[in-house]
């Protein structure tokens, strides 16, 4: 096999960084879907990856020439417990490729049978999970945010056993690393300095390369990580992203999105919201994850204490002043995105006026996005209004607001057009409604129909766009969607 100009950076790290493992043969590979233009710009032949030996390799049935399969060790904090062995117990790491942007990226079959890491796991995953962090994904990928991609998805042929027997697939991940919090914390934990420094120049020359270069690189390191996860939380509160499992091997150092096992979107806006059943006290709830990535950017700076300075008070005085970075990054991001929400980008009192109507969105339990999105259309004048008004409970708890809003837009003097124009350019018209997943599960598990596999993934590749062909996929489920749960995706 070929066709993949693999050039692998992690296998030349030390042997104690993972375990050499091949992935596992399924029974019988079938695609479900290829991404194609994701294939294209990482240098890929689709044609090549859509025929016989591209299924092959996208299911594990065949390791590709220039592949060199290994599953990582990591450590991790899981809802606040320490494990120091967690690895990748069903994820093989294929390799890296260097795509059209120059960017180097992973790429991972995950679901790719056991490894040394797998503990009791079967090391294989189901195909509800795997479509749903398909589909996911490759939405945040289109909202704007920082993600991992899905590059395929293969059903197995082989069923895997959880509460029932179910359809097993595979899905083909591309990252920009699948260095975790919890990889420096595998090392730290065992005392291991040396292999601390070698992660985190590795991490450096992936991630960070200009910071490489600086006198104090692993504190450039540390403030690049803090810095990209500020970005990150504050764009997924954006678009009421609960992650759902931000435990901090599913954190990842390049700041992107990853692990889409219990994660879910808001349909009414409530800030405590957490669907994870697995989640009891909303350690993960939607409005936790800034103070969450704070704890665990914590721990990821206690790992590199000693890279930080000479003495351990002052390595602690430098973490600590990086960390408080955290939250005057965040605030910028996430006050400066309220503030595009409402179409008063530049107006220092625009966050203000958002988190009030934030309030008053969770007192009446008004719809998250579709608040937003009829905002847009409110801009361009209050004949609007009443798509937007009922959404709450007390339509008047919004009236209330939208006299103080129309003030401040026409202070700002734009045309209301364009006013409209750069908001719906921020508010999506379409996310992932929970519903909408489970349906297309349902019907890809049980009657082996992606129809709404494809139809849900087309739709959200634009979500900016009005698609009036497409408008049912945008309504909020009856009842708001109260009382959603979401399963770890094993
Ligand atoms: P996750 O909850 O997906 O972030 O996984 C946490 C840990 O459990 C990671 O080390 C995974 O590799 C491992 N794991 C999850 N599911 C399985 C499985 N089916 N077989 C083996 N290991 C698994
Ligand atoms: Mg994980």
Avoid at 170 to 185: E, K, M, N, W
Avoid at 226 to 238: G, H, K, T
Wanted: with cysteine; net charge negative; hydrophobic share 45%.
């Amino acid at each position: 096999m070929t066709a993949i100009p693999f050039d692998n950076s992690y296998v030349r790290l030390p042997d104690r960084f993972f375990a050499r493992r091949a992935p596992t043969p399924v029974a019988a590979p079938r695609l479900i879907r290829l991404n194609r233009p994701l294939a294209a710009k990482l240098g890929l032949d689709p044609d090549w990856l859509a025929g016989p030996a591209g299924v092959e390799m996208l299911a594990g049935n065949g390791v590709p020439d220039g592949a060199d399969p290994i599953a990582t060790a990591y450590a991790g904090h899981q809802f606040g417990n320490f494990v120091p062995q967690l690895g990748d117990g069903r994820a093989v790491l294929l390799g890296e490729v260097v795509d059209r942007d120059g960017q180097r990226r992973d790429i991972q079959l995950k679901g790719a049978g056991p490894t040394p890491f797998s503990r009791r796991g079967d090391g294989r995953a189901a195909l509800g999970p795997v479509l749903r962090e398909y589909l996911v994904s490759e939405a945040m990928a289109a909202l704007g945010i920082p993600t991992t991609r899905a590059l395929a998805a293969v059903a197995t042929g082989e069923p895997v056993l959880r509460e029932t027997r179910l359809p097993g697939a595979v899905l083909a991940r591309v990252a920009a690393s699948h260095i975790r919090v919890g990889t420096f914390q595998y090392f730290a934990t065992r005392g291991d300095t040396e292999a601390v420094r070698a992660l985190a120049d590795h991490a450096l020359a992936r991630h960070d390369p200009e910071a490489a270069a600086a006198v104090h690189p692993y504190r450039a390191l540390l403030d690049g990580v803090i810095a990209r996860q500020a970005d990150l939380v504050a764009a997924w509160l954006l678009v009421g992203f609960v992650h759902g499992v931000m435990n901090t091997d599913n954190m990842s150092v390049a700041g992107e999105t990853i692990d889409y096992g219990p994660c879910a979107f808001l349909d009414a806006y409530d800030p405590r919201t957490s669907f994870s059943s697995i989640d009891a006290h909303g350690r993960y709830a939607y409005g936790q994850q800034p103070g969450i990535a704070v704890w665990n950017l914590t721990r990821l700076a206690e790992t590199l204490l000693p890279l930080l300075a000479e003495d351990e008070a002052a390595a602690v005085e430098v973490a600590e002043a990086a960390l408080v970075k955290f939250k005057s990054r965040f605030e910028a991001a996430y006050r400066g995105g309220l503030a595009r929400k409402i179409g008063l980008s530049g107006d220092p009192d625009a966050a203000a006026l958002a988190d009030d109507l934030l309030v008053r969105m969770a007192g009446n339990r008004a719809d998250f996005t579709l608040t937003f999105r009829r905002l847009c259309d409110a801009a361009e004048g209050p004949e609007a209004d009443a798509g937007v008004r009922d959404l709450f409970v007390d339509p008047t708890a919004y009236d209330a607001w939208a006299v103080r809003w129309r003030g401040r837009l026409a202070e700002a003097g734009r045309s209301p057009a364009a006013t409209a124009a750069a908001m719906r350019a921020v508010n999506p018209a379409f996310i992932p409604r929970n519903h909408r997943v489970e349906a297309m599960i349902a019907a890809a598990v049980e009657q082996d129909d992606f129809g709404p596999f494809e139809a849900l993934s087309a739709v959200l590749s634009r979500p900016y766009d009005d698609q009036p062909a497409h408008a049912h996929y945008a309504e909020a489920p009856e009842g708001g969607g109260a009382g959603y749960r979401t399963f770890c995706g094993t």
